[in-house]
Structure formats: structure tokens, C-alpha cells
């Protein structure tokens, strides 16, 4: 349960014991954790206990004496019963106001009432101011309670004289009556003033917590600037160092755009050469296939032993090689009969040509 569920009702019946078990075990579970709300609970059981152990007031109020003395005597008696410790300050500017309100109306009601059946009072009621400036100098002289009344009641004027009441036993017991219910309206009016100092309480207690709250959200909204600027600041740097490397970027941009067009212009380059290359790669084939042809147009076919002729002697050297049984290696010149190999055959080949002139 939250502080709005225990409301003065609630914690009235948590008092009279009549809550069920479960309600119960909550109201105790809040109240242990709840300062607040305890306070309230233990304002409302002493409360509740005044209004059960207060005794009937009305029939210990004397006759004697001014009407408006005694309300007054009954007004202190009760609260002083209600209140058995020294009220405070808050108690004491509603309390009095309040209670004074009350005697002037008790006051009014009953001369209202005692004119209307007959009854005059001894001499005219004293006002509200004249009472309590009584009480005061009552407290503060040093003479008896009789003499210090007789000296008012010598300054206060007088009424003219009435008829004694042929019923003064009547009038005892209805002013008995009345002052029994104005001791009623008394133990209502400090009821009210004990709930209104309860509910003001709770808007105090109301307002601390929206004060805690709105100093917290305070606290909060200023961690929460602090926290912003930090960021903004961070971000400032960031964003500095984002700048610097922006135009570092762009110069390396700058770089690399030259770098790419040299590079464009070194590839144009390399494709020259290589197409240079490849013309002159072309040129060479052709020249070495010009220059087998060439070698092979001047070869001499069976001329053996390179003198720049085949002959007898020629024919002779292979011949002279092969019976020393040493390998001859096919070569062009050897090979007379083109058959691949260089053996008798090509020898007899270069006898035949020598002897018809042929070379």
C-alpha cells in the first residue's frame, strides 16, 4: 500500500481493530516503513482514545458566577483533558480562534433562547473582548477570585434588577443542558481542529515530498546540463579533429590525384613500350627466321669437315669415324642423303656427287 490508500479513515478502524487480517498486515507492513503515515496513525489513536475516556464535563461546571466565565472554564477544561500535552503553536492559532467562535455563538444561542422564555439574565452579558481581558487580569492580580470579579463587575454596567425565577432548579438543570452540549460542540470542534491539524499534516508531508521531488529533478536537470556540456564540449573537440582530418584527407586526395595521373600517364607509357616491344619482337622472329633460312641456304650438304666443299675427303672423315666406332651427331652438313642420320650412306652420297660435279 501506497501513502494515498491510508487515509484517516483506514488508520481509524487500524485503531478500533476493525480491519480484517490481510488489511491489517499491510497498514502495519506501511506503517513500519512509513514514518509519515505512523505519525498519523499515532495522532489519530490519541485522539481516539481522548474521545473514549472523556468524562461527561457538563455536570462538574459551576453555576456561579457569570455565564461567559464559566463556557470559558468548560472551554479550558476540555481542551486541557483533549490536549494532555502542551500544545504547540499551530494548535494554539487554531484552537482559540476557533473556540472563541464558538462561546460567542453558544453565547448569542442561549440569550436568544433565555429572552424568548422568559429568563433575563441578572445584569447584561459581558462581551467576548470583556471576558477574555478578565481572564487575563484574573491571572495576573494577586487578589481573590471573588474580589477581583467584584471589581469587573463594578465597572461593567449594570442591568435593571429582575424577578427571581419561581423555577431556579429548572434553569440550573437547563443551563446544565446547554452547557452539556456546548461541551459536545467543543469535543466536535477540537475533533475537526485535531483532523484539520492531521490533513494539514499530510499536505506538509505532501508538499516536502513534491519539494524532495522537485529538488531531486533540480539535481537531476542539473547533472543533466553538466552532462550536456561535457558532451557538447567532447563533441566541439570531435569535431575540431574531424576538421583536421578533413583537410588532410583532401590533401592526400590532392596527392593521390596526382599520383593516378602519373600513373595513367606511365601506363600510356608502358603500352607504347610494350607495343614497341611487341613490333620489335615481331621484327625479330622474322629476322632470326630469315636468318635460319639464310643459314641453311649457305649450308653445304656432306661437307663434313668444313672445308667449304663435299668431296672425297668428306667421305673419307665419315667413313674414318665410323670404323673408330665414335658417335657422329646429325648435322646438316653430314647429313648428305637428308635421311637423319650421318652414316655410309650419306658418305657414298657425297662420292657420287663429287664424281658427277655436282655440289
Known sequence: ??????????????????????????????????????????????????????????????????FDEAVFETVEDVIRERRPA????????????????????????????????????????????????????????????????????????????????????????????????????????????????????????????????????????????????????EFDEQKLQIDVLLKENEIMLEIAEGIKGELEKSNEEVARLKKDFDSTKTSLAKLEKENADLKKALIIAGDFNGDGKADVSDAMAICRRLLEGKTIERTDEGDANDDGVVDVGDALTIINRSLSGER
Open 1 to 66: 500500500m501506497n501513502c494515498g490508500a491510508i487515509t484517516n479513515d483506514v488508520l481509524a478502524d487500524y485503531n478500533d481493530g476493525a480491519l480484517d487480517a490481510a488489511v491489517r498486515a499491510k497498514v502495519e507492513a506501511h506503517l513500519a516503513a512509513c514514518g509519515a503515515c505512523r505519525a498519523r496513525a499515532e495522532e489519530i489513536g490519541l485522539i481516539t482514545g481522548a474521545l473514549e475516556g472523556n468524562p461527561d464535563l457538563a455536570d462538574d461546571v459551576p453555576i456561579s458566577g457569570t
Open 86 to 233: 502542551p500544545p504547540s503553536r499551530a494548535n494554539v492559532r487554531w484552537l482559540v480562534p476557533a473556540a472563541a467562535c464558538l462561546v460567542v455563538g453558544i453565547v448569542i444561542g442561549i440569550t436568544f433562547y433565555s429572552t424568548r422564555s422568559g429568563y433575563k439574565p441578572a445584569y447584561a452579558p459581558p462581551s467576548v473582548e470583556y471576558a477574555m481581558a478578565k481572564r487575563e487580569y484574573k491571572a495576573s492580580s494577586p487578589k481573590p477570585k471573588a474580589d477581583a470579579f467584584a471589581d469587573a463587575r463594578m465597572k461593567e454596567p449594570q442591568a435593571p434588577p429582575r424577578l427571581k425565577s419561581s423555577r431556579p432548579w429548572q434553569e440550573n438543570e437547563e443551563l446544565k443542558e446547554k452547557l452539556a452540549a456546548a461541551n459536545e460542540k467543543i469535543l466536535e470542534l477540537a475533533s475537526e481542529v485535531e483532523t484539520l491539524k492531521i490533513d494539514l499534516t499530510n499536505e506538509k508531508f505532501r508538499a516536502d515530498k513534491v519539494s524532495r521531488a522537485l529538488k531531486i529533478k533540480d539535481e537531476d536537470v542539473g547533472k543533466i546540463r553538466t552532462a550536456l556540456a561535457d558532451i557538447k564540449k
